[in-house]
């Protein structure tokens, strides 16, 4: 980014089911042996994330639900719960180089990143329920983590359990790192979730909808207070979403 240009358009990022998709026998692999290391090493439970529904979710929501799934209280699940985390991030860390096994770019995301780089007045990042070196991981494996604002920062499922804090937290940060002036920004928060489509609307940002996930256009409407959201089928029509986002 050019040190001469103030930013004014902050643009963040879900990670699963928004920038990625998992594919194959080995979906999503390592983070899901994340999961179950912290689980055997912290819990002392076998047991893997697919006992729970965890679309949408974040990391510590996720561990805490299978957790409760398993008869653990309350009170061990948070007391143990950073513990769990530091496991699950320093696991996933030691076999970074297989952070992108099971998961692909999904369409349109590559040619809107670069496109979204290119701009001095545009601030990119994530913000998602996963531990922050366990998506950075997926984007670098990716190849797509130089198309990230630097220095890389973003709102991450290792900083609270709820998204629109991390949407607010991604603001701050944006303010803090790339003088970003968050009161007048225009803010955009891409994500394929109701829970991406709330937690952009109470903190300030303006929803974008992607429907690359599971969930249906119908959906993503009724978790939205506006009549008319922005919603795409995906996004591969760079020039339509550079329109929305009042790029072009």
Do not use: W
């Given at each position: 980014m050019s040190s001469t240009a103030r930013p004014t358009t902050l643009c963040t990022f879900d990670v699963d089911g928004t920038l990625i998709h998992t594919v194959g026998d080995r979906a999503n692999k390592l983070h899901k042996d994340a999961f179950a290391h912290g689980f055997r090493t912290v819990y002392g439970i076998e047991t893997t994330i697919d006992v729970v529904s965890h679309q949408g979710s974040t990391d510590m929501l996720i561990s805490a639900a299978v957790m409760r799934h398993h008869g653990l209280d309350e009170e061990t699940i948070q007391e143990r719960m950073a513990t769990?985390?530091?496991?699950?991030?320093?696991?996933?860390?030691?076999?970074?180089?297989?952070?992108?096994?099971?998961?692909?770019?999904?369409?349109?995301?590559?040619?809107?990143?670069?496109?979204?780089?290119?701009r001095t007045d545009v601030v990119v990042c994530l913000v998602t329920g996963n531990l922050q070196p366990i998506a950075w991981a997926k984007m670098e494996r990716l190849g797509v983590s130089e198309y990230f604002t630097l220095p890389r920062f973003g709102g991450f499922g290792s900083d609270h359990t709820d998204r629109g804090e991390l949407v607010?937290?991604?603001?701050?940060?944006?303010?803090?790192?790339?003088?970003?002036?968050?009161?007048?920004?225009?803010?955009?928060?891409?994500?394929?979730?109701?829970?991406?489509?709330?937690?952009?609307?109470?903190s300030g940002a303006t929803a974008v909808g992607l429907l690359t996930g599971i969930f249906s256009r119908e959906q993503l409407v009724e978790s939205s207070k506006l009549d008319d959201p922005i919603i795409f089928p995906d996004l591969t029509d760079t020039r339509a979403v550079m329109r929305a986002l009042g790029l072009e």
């Open positions: 769990h985390c530091n496991a699950m991030s320093q696991y996933a860390l030691e076999r970074k180089a297989d952070a992108a096994d099971g998961l692909e770019l999904l369409p349109g995301v590559l040619e809107l990143l670069r496109e979204l780089a290119e607010k937290l991604a603001a701050t940060r944006a303010g803090e790192l790339v003088d970003l002036d968050v009161a007048s920004a225009r803010r955009f928060h891409f994500g394929d979730t109701p829970q991406d489509i709330e937690a952009a609307e109470r």
